[in-house]
């Protein structure tokens, strides 16, 4: 102990309590030397050389306890002496084993003097509280019996710190102190670790200083770890961080993906876009590149060169790979493959059960309750348990506002199910991090209440379905839908509320990016949100490639999203409608079997993205914007061939709006810039700004349908008819030509330079329409011809006839004129259904053609027993398309009853 000077207590600050008329004078402090705990003091009598003693006495709950005394007769510093004046000074000790002080932690300790010669006479020198914290490895502790083993549970007390020996194995560990590493390799072998409460946590180098040796961290066994908190059970085979405590592990900085600069030819030398700290022996991926999600190569590293630009690799599985970018003008296609890093220097390694069997097992990460994740430059290899809810790799679960929290720039390798999952939790950070294999939803959000996390940078590759009947969402797996949204996503977002920016889905069985938008969900807290009706956080800088959809907004769950809820065997078509039109900016897709990007919802803006090499590029359901959009058919470097064909835009439901939208590399004859496909609604597209740059083998094309021949678009400045203006058909039929003044394209279709409204038979009834001046016709008896939405000119002179099959009209029907500005109307119809078995309700009689051309309202007449009507458009629509970019969002309808 330091000497002390007058007016100084003992080191620690603490006060020293002496009676004024005693003649001794004296000072006491706790201090700890490592395990041990040692309670020390000096001591005199002024005026009197007599030794002196000291007792020690516990303040307990249930009284005083005497711990023990010493006598005053060590060795002492002369200023100690010259601080009694004169006469004998002296140090006194006494020693407490650590578990010992561990048994007082937080109790009061009070010292007392006593002399030989002043019989009964005794000082207070002081009241203590012990404040134990050790520091030693974990082996030093349990032999101190600081740290105690049962059974097989280690359990490491509050306040202990147990730094990890080089090689161990035991049992459970639970940790309500701290368990860390220590400043050498480590190799750590266990069923389970346990963390458990506000100042408890497992810990390996910090943010500022990174741990640069290795941890491997070894789940064994499937014996439970048995801790949980607020009724959520850790599991088995688990590093659980529960009630509050800290989960802070900082490996070794080193960016986790890069791409390639060149595509690699057979056994050669991999080159890459930047410079990678990896080093020999380091395992490496690089995605796939090909319309199959599962034509990846995966190897280790042999050698490096050029300051870790170039890797030679020794591979285990090898496939073909694209290197390439493209540059249009002032765009460009970047189609190089990702590569991967999938070695860290701190692994949490799971047990591998029966990899491609039904038990796929292994370990699991969770975050629970109000705990914290720190992590960073981890690999996290066989987690996650099939089948099983609440068993992730990496999981924060119910933790609520968790910011500042994070998982950075680590590896998710072979998982048996998912790889991050934020449940009931906001704000946190997934960034740079790579997943690789794994079953099911990959990153995922999974009620639908997580707002304000942030996705960033993260590359997810191999991504696959389930076993069915172990997977723990009908989407995992599954769909009723799987041409526009398909499960598993390597991105589920079940909250639009978040950033989900610069991330890659390369490699895929289902969805690159899902956004599954619930109608509504309850959170745990009881807080009703409405996911389909929430603004956009951020959707940007997105990858996706080498999967069957690239980006689908739509197919939410169907009730409680909670897998093993209600309505998780549900998927639902949903239609989202946030308060202001997002927009989804400068994302690329490419080489996606099924569509590059699929949504469906109220206005949104899809701006400034690439897509190529697809078999279709934009499927956009009601009222979307493209902007500046570069769409590539068939690039000089696509690896294989979709089955189909390739397509551009799809005229679909609608109506869509374009400004701005490059076709190149359409030379092929696989290839279709515009494709008309067959859909549930038939308002006008809005097109401008189109450019067909190089030769176009086919601008536009249909799926042969009857409801694919009524799509239309308008060709606002003449970009694809050299008509501005005018509406383009996507198929030459002779029903388009009936208003006069309509030509052909030399590249298929017909433009004319009319306006047109979209007839709607609610019936779902095959019918057939005829063009009286022409007398061409469509629609048909048979399911493929029906015809429940016919594109007729607005307020054009002439003629149609609707004839419906009587036998199989309903009693009552709707008959509506769509997608037309406010007062527009509808060529007469001829209602081919004898006159006295029809009453139209909703329209004023007349007498003739010229008073029903004349009406400005829905009208009609009969003659020759047969009904005339025309409807005007005198409503706003009820379909949801209000915010039509066009304006054209108002309807008029007619109800026919019908009695045979």
Known sequence: MEALEDGDTEEGGLELTVAETSEVDGAFAVRQDGIDYALRGWVCVVGDPTRLRVRFFAEEEDGRRTLGRAIARLPHEAAVEDRCESGAAHRFELTLTGAEALALQGVTITAVAQTQTLVGHRTVLGARTVDYAPTAYLSELIAAQVVTVEDDLTTIPASVTALMDAEDR?????VYGVLACADHDTRLQTTGIGVMGPRAALRCGSEDDRFTHTLRVELRGWRPL??????????????AVMGGAELSLHGRAAPGWTRLAAAPAVDDAVRLVDRVPWNEEDEVFVAS????????????????????????????TQSAHRGDVTRYGDQTFDARAEVGLLTRNIQIVGTEIVRNGLDQRGGHVMIAGRSRAYVEGVELRHLGQLGLLGRYPFHWHHAGDASGQYLRDSAIVDSFQRCVTIHATHNVEVTDNVCFETYGHAFFLELGTETGNTLSGNLAAAVRKPALGRELLFSDNQSDSPGIFLGPAAFWISNPDNVVRDNVAAGFEGSGFWYALAHEVTGPDGVTVYPSQTALGELSGNVAHSGPIGLTIDGGPNGDAVPGGAGDREVTMTFYRPPTPPVFEGNTFYQLSRVAIYARGTRMIFRGNVTGDNRLSYRLGQN?????????????HLIGQAAGGLRGYALYDGPSQVDGMRFVAFDSPYATALEAIGAANRPIHRLSGLSFEGTVTQRLGTDGTERARQAAFLDEDGGASGLPGATVFAEDHPFHHAPGGCFSLEWGGVACPHRYGSLHLSADQPAVVRAAANGATVGGDAPEQAVTYVTLPVGSEDVYQLRPNPETW??????AFRFVQPGQASPVI??????????????ARVDGFNQLRAATETAFFVRDGRVFFRIVADREDDRGDRHTPSGEAYAGAVTVEYAR
């Open 170 to 174: 035991r049992g459970r560990i639970h």
């Open 830 to 843: 001829r209602l081919d259904l004898p006159a006295d078995t029809v009453q139209l309700v909703g329209a």
């Open 624 to 636: 979307q914007e493209v902007e500046d959009a570069l769409v590539v058919g068939q690039s000089a």
């Open 289 to 316: 590149s090909q319309f199959r999600f599962d034509l990846h190569s995966r190897g280790r590293i042999t050698r490096v060169e050029d300051g870790g630009a170039t890797l030679a690799v020794d591979w285990a």
């Open 226 to 239: 048995g801790m949980e908190h607020m009724g959520h059970s850790a599991g088995r085979q688990a590093i």
């Open 810 to 815: 309903p009693a009552s029907s709707e008959i």
